[in-house]
């Protein structure tokens, strides 16, 4: 039997498959435990159930004497230091499945949002709702058919956006590290370029890759200067894959129309000018924000964890 310390609240519904079988301590009901909470238990653990908003660094992985699995509930892992646990002989898992249809879900939300400005039009008829100005050609949003959607970091969450985003009619540019075979290309209907054609083609630029030092800042003030002045940008990555006082500039200025943000680049927390703009539509990362996800979430975080204790079957290794 081993110790598994589940580091987060969420839903309940999916732990039985570790319950059943290990010893598993949970926060209490409607909240995380703290990091002193979790350092105070952590000693005589084996598994350490983490979340993406719950930092695991060298002080907290030297807590855990017994560690040997870090199992994320996410599919980004940016909270934990790979690298050391690594060097400890910690193994890292994340849930890279279960966040892709939610994610792009909204995604698309916060395209359609910033297209046909409905955060803005919200704000606007709750603020007057009798004297309303909706005159044809007050706040004019743009069609999505006939458009082009950028894609960089084509992974399974971009893919899902792309597919989304096609049945409205949108021709895909995409830019990954490895690109596709030519035949792969026109199984799925979409068109390699580089990254600097991606970003100046673009009607619509979704970004989809993890936060690395190479993709820190990935958007700049250099990148948004390429963009058309017509142009929507869509982050449900991380943040800081995106300069976002040159954001802000850009949004100012309309040097870009619009900006659809699920992820900020200080710990999640917006810049105060982000509330201020008409042309942003702000969700505080919600990617997974639905119960059927978080179900999932947790089926699939167990499957890591009962996979690694057993080592009968294939667990979604990060390190």
Same mark, same amino acid.
Not at 108 to 114: Q, T
Not at 285 to 303: A, P
């Given at each position: 039997m081993a110790k598994i310390l589940v580091a987060f609240d969420t839903v309940s519904e999916g732990f039985e498959a570790l319950t059943s079988e290990h010893e598993v301590i949970f926060p209490p009901r409607g909240r995380d435990f703290t990091q002193a909470e979790i350092a105070e238990r952590i000693g005589d653990c084996d598994v350490l159930c983490s979340v993406f908003d719950i930092p695991v660094g060298r002080d907290l992985i030297d807590c855990g004497h017994s560690l040997k699995l870090i199992a994320n509930y996410a599919v980004g892992y940016n909270n934990i230091d790979t690298a050391y646990a690594a060097e400890k002989g910690i193994v890292v898992t994340n849930t890279p499945r279960s966040v892709i249809e939610p994610t792009a879900d909204l995604a698309?939300? /916060?395209?359609?949002? $910033?297209s046909r400005r409905i955060a803005e039009?919200?704000?606007?008829? %709750?603020?007057? %709702?009798?004297?309303?100005?909706?005159?044809?050609? $007050?706040? /004019? !949003?743009?069609?999505? *058919?006939?458009?082009? /959607? !950028?894609?960089?970091? *084509?992974?399974?969450? !971009?893919?899902?956006?792309? %597919?989304? $985003?096609?049945?409205?009619g949108m021709t895909v540019l995409y830019n990954k590290r490895t690109r596709y075979s030519e035949a792969e290309e026109r199984e799925r209907g979409i068109t390699y370029a580089e990254k600097d054609e991606v970003i100046r083609r673009a009607d619509v630029l979704s970004l989809h890759t993890p936060l690395t030092p190479e993709t820190r800042h990935l958007i700049g003030a250099r990148e948004l200067a390429m963009m058309k002045p017509t142009a929507i940008l869509i982050n449900t990555a991380r943040g800081a894959v995106v300069d976002e006082p040159a954001l802000v500039a850009a949004l100012k200025e309309g040097r870009i129309a619009a900006a659809g943000l699920d992820v900020f680049e200080q710990n999640d927390v917006p810049s105060p000018e982000l509330f201020e703009l008409e042309n942003v539509s702000l969700t505080p990362?919600?990617?997974?924000?639905? *119960?059927?996800?978080?179900?999932?979430?947790?089926?699939? /975080? $167990?499957?890591n964890v009962i996979g690694f204790l057993r080592g009968d079957r294939k667990i979604d290794r990060v390190n």
């Open positions: 698309l939300a /916060l395209l359609l949002s $910033c039009w919200d704000r606007a008829f %709750r603020r007057d %709702r009798d004297a309303i100005e909706h005159g044809r050609l $007050c706040r /004019l !949003g743009v069609n999505l *058919y006939g458009k082009t /959607l !950028g894609i960089l970091g *084509y992974g399974n969450i !971009g893919a899902a956006v792309a %597919r989304r $985003c096609q049945a409205f990362h919600i990617g997974t924000q639905t *119960y059927d996800s978080r179900v999932e979430m947790v089926h699939e /975080l $167990c499957n």
